[in-house]
């Protein structure tokens, strides 16, 4: 099973202009402990949709990299919500099968 960590092995470049969301193909898909996330990126402002079990509430990350601020559901996190931010990141590109995933691009502006 390929992860995103495993894709991006070796990668010594990454393109942080990167604006997209990468989520789930299915509905039924959910991480090894039954989480389910979405992150969407657009340039310096990254977005995690966070449901840790089925039927629980979601949790909204905000992050913007640029202004080194952190929201979660709307309320001005600090080092423990960006830390946990990133575990969840970290957690979803090491278990989620790239199979099991899909990029969604904006439309591109000719």
Known sequence: MATITGFLAGE???????????????????LPDGSKMSLGIDDGHWVLVYQRHRGTAFEIFEYNMLQRKMLVDGRLGGTDEFRRFKELIRFF?????VDDLVTILPPQME
């Open 93 to 97: 590109f090491a278990n989620a099968a």
């Open 12 to 30: 010594t470049i990454i393109d942080d202009r990167f604006v997209g969301t990468i989520a789930f193909n299915s509905e039924n898909i959910t």
